[in-house]
T-cell receptor, first 116, second 113 residues
Framework: AQSVTQLDSQVPVFEEAPVELRCNYS??????LFWYVQYPNQGLQLLLK??????LVKGINGFEAEFNKSQTSFHLRKPSVHISDTAEYFC??????????????FGQGTELSVKP | DAGITQSPRYKITETGRQVTLMCHQT?????MFWYRQDLGHGLRLIYY???????DKGEVPDGYVVSRSKTENFPLTLESATRSQTSVYFC????????????FGQGTRLTVV
C-alpha cells in the first residue's frame, strides 16, 4: 500500500538555527512529491514540489528539499529559520499513473515551533 | 474574488443533523477534492470529483455524500452527523494534470455535539 510518513510530529528549534523535517514514502511506482505549509487557521500553501530532474528542489521562503529515490525520502530543510516559520508542515505524494489530477496522500504533519 | 472559498468557516451542529459544507472555485479546475484534517492523521481524502457529475470515493467516505452539478461547486453533506465527524474540512481543486499542485480553501471547522 502507498503511504507517507513524517517522522517527527513536533520539531522545536531556536531562531536562526537550521532545521530538517523528515518525510518518507512507500511506493513501488514513480511519484511526485510536495511540501505544504499551514499557518494557524489557514489553508495549505505549496512550499515546493519535485516532479523530475534535479533532486534538489528550492521553494518559497528559503526552504529546499532533496529527493532520494533509493531511500524513498523527501526531507525539507532550511538553513536558518525565523519566528514566522512557525507552522504545520505536510509532506504529500502523488502516485503514478497521475491520472487523477492533484489527488494526494498526506503525511501526518510536523509542527515546527521556532523559539526566540 | 478569484480562488477557492469554503463556507461556513465554523459550524456547530448536533448529532444526527444533516449539514452541508460548501466549496466554490473560480479557476474552472476540473478536479475538486474534500479532505478532513485530524490530529495525528494529517489530511485524508473523503471524496473527489474529476468533472461535473463525476465523483469517486477517497480513503474515508463513510457518512458523507457529495454532488457536483456545476464545475465550480462541490458541496459535501453529512447526512446524519456523528461526533467522530468533528474535524477541519478542506476543499481543494486542481487541473487534470497529475504534475500540478492542489489549491486549498481556508477550511471549515465543524464541531458535532
Amino acid at each position: 500500500a502507498q503511504s507517507v510518513t513524517q517522522l517527527d510530529s513536533q520539531v522545536p528549534v531556536f531562531e536562526e538555527a537550521p532545521v530538517e523535517l523528515r518525510c518518507n514514502y512507500s511506493s513501488s511506482v514513480s511519484v511526485y512529491l510536495f511540501w505544504y505549509v499551514q499557518y494557524p487557521n489557514q489553508g495549505l500553501q505549496l512550499l515546493l514540489k519535485y516532479l523530475s530532474g534535479s533532486t534538489l528542489v528550492k521553494g518559497i521562503n528559503g526552504f529546499e528539499a532533496e529527493f532520494n529515490k533509493s531511500q524513498t525520502s523527501f526531507h525539507l530543510r532550511k538553513p536558518s529559520v525565523h519566528i514566522s516559520d512557525t507552522a504545520e508542515y505536510f509532506c504529500a505524494v502523488s502516485f503514478a499513473p497521475y491520472n487523477q489530477g492533484g489527488k494526494l496522500i498526506f503525511g501526518q504533519g510536523t509542527e515546527l515551533s521556532v523559539k526566540p | 474574488d478569484a480562488g477557492i472559498t469554503q463556507s461556513p468557516r465554523y459550524k456547530i451542529t448536533e448529532t444526527g443533523r444533516q449539514v452541508t459544507l460548501m466549496c466554490h472555485q473560480t479557476w474552472s479546475h476540473s478536479y475538486m477534492f474534500w479532505y478532513r484534517q485530524d490530529l495525528g492523521h494529517g489530511l485524508r481524502l473523503i471524496y473527489y470529483s474529476a468533472a461535473a457529475d463525476i465523483t469517486d470515493k477517497g480513503e474515508v467516505p463513510d457518512g458523507y455524500v457529495v454532488s457536483r452539478s456545476k464545475t465550480e461547486n462541490f458541496p459535501l453533506t453529512l447526512e446524519s452527523a456523528t461526533r467522530s465527524q468533528t474535524s477541519v474540512y478542506f476543499c481543494a481543486s486542481s487541473t487534470s494534470r497529475g504534475n500540478t499542485e492542489a489549491f486549498f480553501g481556508q477550511g471549515t471547522r465543524l464541531t458535532v455535539v
